[in-house]
């Protein structure tokens, strides 16, 4: 659900970096407050059974999500003001990739 949800803001902050467009950050938050309202919302609804859950799942995506934000942030406003320059890129994308590790635990 992680990888689904984020591949449609993933290719939109890709085309938007291509076109020189403001639409990368926007984008994620939007689409991650989507996610977390609207996506979840309707697997909760779909269930046949009573959800249980742990607090592991929310601790996890809340930090992960908290750590993520304030690195594009200083990223985009410290490091290199209004624009992310190509390490920084990598920086994040690595990132992604450590939460996609630490979704399969």
């Keep these: 659900m992680a990888a689904g949800g984020s591949a449609p803001e993933l290719f939109t902050s890709f085309i938007g970096t291509f076109k020189e467009s403001d639409v990368g950050f926007g984008t994620i938050v939007g689409s991650a407050v989507f996610n977390v309202l609207f996506v979840i919302g309707v697997c909760a609804i779909a269930s ?3 959800l249980e859950l742990t607090w592991w799942p929310l601790a996890r995506d809340c930090s992960y999500y908290t750590v993520s934000l304030s690195v594009l942030a200083i ?3 410290v490091s290199s003001p209004n624009e992310i320059e ?3 890129a ?3 994308f690595l990132m992604y990739l450590g939460y996609v590790t630490l ?3």
């Design 90 to 92: 990598l920086i994040l």
């Design 48 to 50: 046949k059974e009573v």
């Design 86 to 88: 190509w390490w920084e």
């Design 75 to 77: 990223f985009f406003r």
């Design 103 to 105: 979704m399969r635990n």
